[in-house]
């Protein structure tokens, strides 16, 4: 029995969606070329202050009533809807939306899915984004469709657990 739960993926922690929980540093990047990114004024794209094209923090936390997620990402809050694949319980869909201003004075009005997999301290996939956004200080307006990124987060303590131990030698 053990056996046949190893080869179809379920972790014996499956019932606890709250093992997500956490801080995570979180890469993420835009996996297409850029004819397949498509929008308006998308020459414009502030692409190295949004959180899906590089570095962010992110926090989750589970919230079972709801099904989704309470979710930070570089201080910003936003709720995100969560779905379980039904196959494998490591994997899911997770999809959110608001608003991220970013320190470029830059405002993004987004809709952000990704299928995502759980894998202990890390957590990876891909995603899809749709941005309107307007640099508040030029005016300059635009949108843009991501067809596909990738994310990979891994909780923070695994970074500083890591670090703490790295000896240099």
């Not at 397949?36 to 094209?53: A, H, K």
């Not at 923070?156 to 890591?162: A, D, G, N, P, W």
Request: glycine letters at 10%; a negative charge.
């Amino acid at each position: 029995m053990l056996l046949a739960l190893t080869l179809i993926g379920c972790d014996p922690d499956c019932g606890d969606t709250s093992r997500m929980d956490g801080d995570y540093v979180v890469w993420s990047h835009v996996a297409v070329t850029d004819d397949l990114i498509t929008g308006s004024n998308s020459e414009d794209y502030p692409y190295r202050d949004i959180f899906v094209n590089g570095w962010s923090e992110w926090s989750l936390k589970y919230i079972p009533s709801k099904q989704s997620f309470q979710l930070s990402i570089d201080g910003q809050a936003y709720e995100g809807a969560y779905e379980p694949d039904p196959d494998n319980c490591n994997n899911f869909s997770l999809v959110f939306q608001g608003t991220y201003s970013t320190d470029a004075d830059t405002a993004h009005s987004f809709l952000w899915q990704g299928d995502l997999s759980y894998l202990g301290v890390h957590i990876a996939g891909t995603f899809t984004y749709q941005d309107n956004w307007t640099d508040l200080g030029t005016g300059i307006q635009g949108s843009l469709e991501i067809p596909s990124g990738e994310l990979t987060a891994t909780l923070r303590s695994e970074i500083t657990q890591v670090s703490a131990t790295d000896t240099g030698g």
